[in-house]
């Protein structure tokens, strides 16, 4: 089992900055990829980042390409978010999850575990 837990979500103007974080408990974190995930109301669950378990690669939506950015800590067992130039449409519940293979994937279906998300909403 793992358990995932987000911080750091908010209300924060448009063109401003959010950090959120992820903490893992319950399983070998270091080995296996993770990623970010929203929803925004009345639409479906969206990929935004993974990272693999050594934090060598990564992969982003285009959506939020060169303003988000993410990022682990395997000692700690911990994963973050820094969004940068946030705009409304970026407001969702955001979600972190974990997947027990080290292949990157966009596919929501492809995660095990999920955290209970964080609210992000961005005002115009």
Excluded: H
Aim: positive net charge; contains cysteine; aromatic residues 12%.
């Amino acid at each position: 089992q793992v358990q995932l837990v987000e911080s750091g979500g908010g209300l924060v103007q448009a063109g401003g900055s959010l950090r959120l974080s992820c903490a893992a408990s319950g399983r070998t974190f270091r080995t296996y990829t993770t990623g970010w995930f929203r929803q925004a109301p009345g639409k479906e669950r969206e990929f935004v980042a993974s990272i693999r378990g050594s934090g060598g690669s990564t992969y982003y939506a285009d959506s939020v390409k060169g303003r988000f950015t993410i990022s682990r800590d395997n000692a700690k067992n911990t994963m973050a978010l820094q969004m940068n130039s946030l705009k409304p449409e970026d407001t969702a519940i955001y979600y972190c999850a974990f997947r027990t293979s080290t292949v990157l994937t966009t596919n929501a279906d492809d995660y095990n575990y999920w955290g209970q998300g964080t609210q992000v909403t961005v005002s115009s």
